[in-house]
T-cell receptor, first 113, second 114 residues
Framework: GNSVTQMEGPVTLSEEAFLTINCTYT??????LFWYVQYPGEGLQLLLK???ADDKGSNKGFEATYRKETTSFHLEKGSVQVSDSAVYFC????????????WGLGTSLAVNP | EADIYQTPRYLVIGTGKKITLECSQT?????MYWYQQDPGMELHLIHY???????EKGDLSSESTVSRIRTEHFPLTLESARPSHTSQYLC?????????????FGPGTRLLVL
């Protein structure tokens, strides 16, 4: 079946540090992959996405590359800011799975000044 | 910019009360969802809908019920609230696409049942 495994948190970094949050997936066929972010007290919002192998999604300085050979979609940012403190969710969409998103468990990130 | 609204944002209520959480979207999306999110952050899909008059139970069993009489409106009802229902409830919507879809989320309703 389809599943998403996401790096456990919480992750605590100092401002301007490099961020990696690991995400690997199991799926049949050719899923689309997503990163969502949830800021404190808010709902989730799409951060970036990739719909086919080797695609790179990017937004707000965050990047993730769809790697089919390693079934991964790791989230990276070169220099985090305090305002990046949030919970990050990796997700997978596979048309065969009743057309629903499969979610990772979420990774909490705290960035200290 | 996504336009999906949830009311109330916060609700404190006593055990046994009937409550309805409202969710509306103005994007004309066919698909809508209700998620339950506990303090541990994990999202649990409890209900979804493919369109008007379509409702399906999600992956997590829930005592709540939903209805979809209008495209833009997807309310969730608890007939008799209990402390175990205390949680955050997130509503989302999306276009119904085969290849990929982006879900748009409301701000959530934080429910506390005493």
């Amino acid at each position: 079946g389809n599943s998403v495994t996401q790096m456990e948190g919480p992750v605590t970094l100092s401002e301007e540090a490099f961020l990696t949050i690991n995400c690997t997936y199991t799926a049949t066929g050719y899923p689309s992959l997503f990163w969502y972010v949830q800021y404190p007290g808010e709902g989730l919002q799409l951060l970036l996405k990739a719909t086919k192998a080797d695609d790179k999604g990017s937004n707000k300085g965050f990047e993730a590359t769809y790697r089919k050979e390693t079934t991964s979609f790791h989230l990276e940012k070169g220099s985090v800011q305090v305002s990046d403190s949030a919970v990050y969710f990796c997700a997978l969409f596979n048309a065969g799975n009743n057309r629903k998103l499969i979610w990772g468990l979420g990774t909490s990130l705290a960035v200290n000044p | 910019e996504a336009d999906i609204y949830q009311t109330p944002r916060y609700l404190v209520i006593g055990t046994g009360k009937k409550i309805t959480l409202e969710c509306s979207q103005t994007m004309g999306h066919d698909k809508m969802y209700w998620y339950q999110q506990d303090p541990g952050m994990e999202l649990h899909l409890i209900h979804y809908s493919y369109g008007v008059n379509s409702t399906e139970k999600g992956d997590l069993s829930s005592e709540s019920t939903v209805s979809r009489i209008r495209t833009e409106h997807f309310p969730l009802t608890l007939e008799s609230a209990r402390p175990s229902h205390t949680s955050q409830y997130l509503c989302a919507s999306s276009e119904d696409r085969v290849r990929q879809e982006t879900q748009y989320f409301g701000p959530g309703t934080r429910l506390l049942v005493l």
